[in-house]
């Protein structure tokens, strides 16, 4: 093969590289856009998801520069409690989430704001309710022995243990390896301590991301 032509077949295969990079950044982002979209309204409701990466290819290993939610009236099937959605936001550079109007078992969920501040730190405003007694079986199934302990608790004694309780967050918590601890703002509902409560509302709101 003379070098002509081995220059010319360097140059296409550089010319194909050069289009499949630039279709990928324009194309892949809208389709897992629309793929995270999908389940999170396979149930009602409404979402816009946005994703940036650069190259684009990196969202296919779940990293990117910014991930943007926004969306009301979901209604999410939260299924495997060892999932962590903070395990997959923290892959994200810029992160913010800002929903409404969400059911995410066993949470009523009236507003959840969720704003990446850099570091696996985040900024947390949620408005939500839930029963006593859900609170006290997701404790206990989740929490381990001191699960257990919050759980029959909350859930066992508690008078009225059927109404719903308010649940509010607003503040900065870290989320590293699983644990989630709120590091400003801290508060404690129904005797669960807020990180971890935050940790739970945020799985059962994030789960089909």
């Not at 999908?38 to 149930?43: I, M, S, T, V, Y």
């Not at 609170?135 to 859930?155: K, N, W």
């Amino acid at each position: 093969m003379g070098r002509s032509r081995i220059r010319l077949l360097a140059a296409v295969v550089a010319g194909i590289v050069v289009l499949v990079a630039v279709a990928t950044h324009f194309l892949l982002p809208p389709y897992l856009e629309g793929r995270v979209e999908d389940r999170l309204e396979a149930h009602g409701g409404n979402a816009d998801v946005e994703l940036s990466a650069v190259p684009a290819i990196r969202l296919l290993a779940g990293h990117g520069d910014r991930l943007e939610i926004a969306g009301s009236g979901l209604e999410v099937d939260f299924d495997d409690p060892d999932e962590d959605a903070f395990d997959r936001l923290n892959k994200f550079d810029e992160v913010d989430i800002d929903l409404a109007d969400v059911e995410a078992d066993p949470f009523q969920v009236d507003t959840f704001r969720l704003e990446g501040l850099g570091d696996n730190h985040y900024r947390i405003e949620t408005d939500a309710s839930a029963t006593l007694q859900d609170l006290g079986r997701i404790a206990g199934e989740r929490f381990g022995p001191l699960g257990g302990l919050i759980g029959s608790i909350v859930g066992g004694s508690a008078p009225f243990s059927a109404a719903p309780v308010p649940i509010e967050l607003d503040g900065e918590l870290v989320a590293e390896d699983g644990d989630v601890e709120m590091v400003s703002g801290d508060a404690r509902v129904a005797k669960i301590p807020a990180g971890p409560l935050a940790r739970l509302v945020t799985n059962a709101i994030l789960s089909d991301l």
